[in-house]
Each structure stands twice: as C-alpha cells, then as structure tokens.
C-alpha cells in the first residue's frame, strides 16, 4: 500500500487561497491514478479533482475553474491549489492513490486535512 501525508490545511476567509499537498511514499508518477476528495459532516464524500498519470485531470463542476492539480516529482508531492476559496468549500480533504483497475475506495488514502473558509 502507497503510504500518503497530507498537509496544508487551515482557516482562510473567503476568497483566500490555500494549497494542500499530499506526499507519497513512492515515486509519485509510478501510480496511476491519483485524486483529491473531500467530506462534509453528514453527507457523502465528493470527489474533488481526479488526475490520471499520463492523461487527464477532472474537476468536479463546483471547483472547476477555481481548483488546480499539479505534481512535483522530485518531491513525490501531489498538490491542490485552491483559489477564491468559498464557504460551502470547508470540509476535510483526502488525498486518495490507486491502480486503474481499482476504485477509490480500494487504494490508498491519507489521513486528511481539515479546510475551513470563513470570516
């Protein structure tokens, strides 16, 4: 199993911008697929963005346009830039790593990080 860490959460009022990263315990272009989701209390996990190694990135449609995945191989670091930040962003945010034959929920996952946007 991909060991991940993330990190770069916090409180930012409206607007802000905040990066998260998520580290991995392998070379990170080595796995497949790698995702960002998040989880509000009470409600379902929603997948944020989605980037398949050597093809596309998705966004979901609340994000997209304001939410940028990039990778940092030297770091073995996935990151998630999140610009004009908005309150119905706050949730806690995993990063997930998997093969392409699995789904999320049977890769690997970080521990997450707690992401509150208010003023």
């Known amino acids: 199993q991909v060991q991940l860490v993330e990190s770069g959460g916090g409180l930012v009022p409206p607007g802000g911008s905040l990066r998260l990263s998520c580290t991995a315990s392998?070379?990170?272009?080595?796995?497949?697929?790698m995702g960002w989701y998040r989880r509000v209390p009470g409600k379902e996990r929603e997948l944020v963005a989605r980037?398949?190694?050597?093809?596309?990135?998705n966004y979901a449609a609340s994000v997209k346009g304001r939410f940028t995945v990039s990778r940092d191989a030297a770091k073995n670091t996935m990151y998630l830039q999140m610009n004009s930040l908005k309150p119905e962003d706050t949730a806690v945010y995993y990063c997930?790593?998997?093969?392409?034959?699995?789904?999320?929920?049977?890769?690997?996952w970080g521990q997450g990080t707690q992401v509150t946007v208010s003023s």
């Open positions: 997930n790593a998997r093969p392409r034959d699995v789904t999320a929920d049977f890769g690997s």
């Open positions: 392998v070379n990170i272009f080595s796995i497949d697929v």
């Open positions: 980037s398949i190694t050597g093809g596309s990135t």
